[in-house]
């Protein structure tokens, strides 16, 4: 029996769906009870077998898919018991989700990594495991108590230092700076955070790379607001923001815009503040993030709060 009399079988008796011809032939099994008892019949020497055709499939017809089947590639792979290519496509589609702003389920990719990480300390593991704990970190920033976010980070610097990844190293006291900055410490108080702001500001100066010495900038300045030196803040931030928005970090210069609007509101400069707070909004929507978008319109709000304007806030 060929594959498309196959087909034609399984549709004429109700067990699967044509739902599309193009751009090619696809086909849905109706009732998920349906797909659960075809797969449980098969032995699981068949099961791996057929995981692994239809991951290396995948992979064979769609050479480019730019991390949009890595979630499903890891899948097969799992099952298949292919472990190190499924590593690598958990972590891919751990990356694509971040990129997405899909934290929960970048998160889940990077958890099911870790359980397939060689044992060992070899420097190449050690990388690897820390550019997953840090991306773990990372997702969970929005939605797991930061202390528990903190603490992942901080434990995970041995390893960043062992692999001797400068750059990977900036990102991780960078996230930390971000942590600590979230949970009420300062730039002029916390020895800590200042700690970890002038490690990246140093790897960044080294390196000659701008993204690990503007968000460090970007944090000092936000300190110094929240210190009430709106003025200094303010001066910091204008010039910190341009910045970052030619790196693309939009959401950061969202957020660090957002800042400034407050301290020039402060200031009594209102109307330089509502610019700021519009700005923020317009960075947040180029950004795609749904949370940098929220705590811009709660700026602009805070900005007419402190304009007196308290309905329209």
Do not use: C
Request: aromatic share 4%; hydrophobic share 45%.
């Amino acid at each position: 029996m060929t594959v498309a009399s196959a087909l034609s079988h399984l549709e004429k008796a109700g067990l699967i769906d044509l739902v599309s011809t193009r751009p090619e032939v696809a086909y849905l099994i109706r009732h998920g009870l349906v797909g659960e008892a075809a797969y449980d019949s098969l032995l699981k020497g068949e099961r791996r077998d057929l995981h692994l055709a239809v991951g290396e499939a995948i992979e064979r017809l769609f050479p480019d898919h730019g991390g949009e089947l890595a979630g499903e590639l890891a899948l097969h792979f799992e099952q298949g018991g292919d472990r190190e290519r499924a590593l690598t496509h958990l972590v891919e589609a751990g990356r694509h989700a971040l990129h997405q702003f899909a934290n929960r389920e970048a998160r889940g990719f990077l958890e099911r990594a870790k359980g397939l990480l060689p044992a060992g300390d070899a420097a190449a593991t050690r990388r690897l495991r820390a550019e997953i704990e840090l991306g773990a970190a990372r997702a969970g920033y929005s939605f797991i108590p930061h202390d528990q976010v903190l603490a992942a980070l901080e434990a995970l610097l041995a390893d960043v230092e062992a692999s001797g990844d400068e750059r990977l190293l900036a990102e991780a006291h960078l996230w930390i700076a971000r942590v600590r900055y979230s949970q009420g410490e300062r730039y002029m108080t916390s020895g800590r955070l200042r700690r970890s702001i002038d490690r990246a500001r140093e790897i960044g100066a080294r390196l000659g790379d701008l993204s690990l010495t503007a968000i460090p900038d970007a944090l000092i300045g936000k300190s110094r607001v929240h210190a009430a030196e709106f003025r200094a803040g303010a001066v910091i931030l204008r010039e910190t923001i341009p910045v970052l928005e030619r790196l693309g970090s939009l959401t950061e210069a969202s957020l660090t815009a957002g800042v400034l609007a407050v301290a020039l509101a402060r200031l009594g400069e209102f109307d330089d503040a509502e610019r700021w707070a519009r700005r923020a909004i317009e960075l947040a929507v180029q950004s795609g993030d749904p949370n940098t978008r929220l705590d811009a319109d709660l700026t602009l709000g805070q900005v007419e709060a402190e304009r007196g304007n308290t309905a329209e806030a």
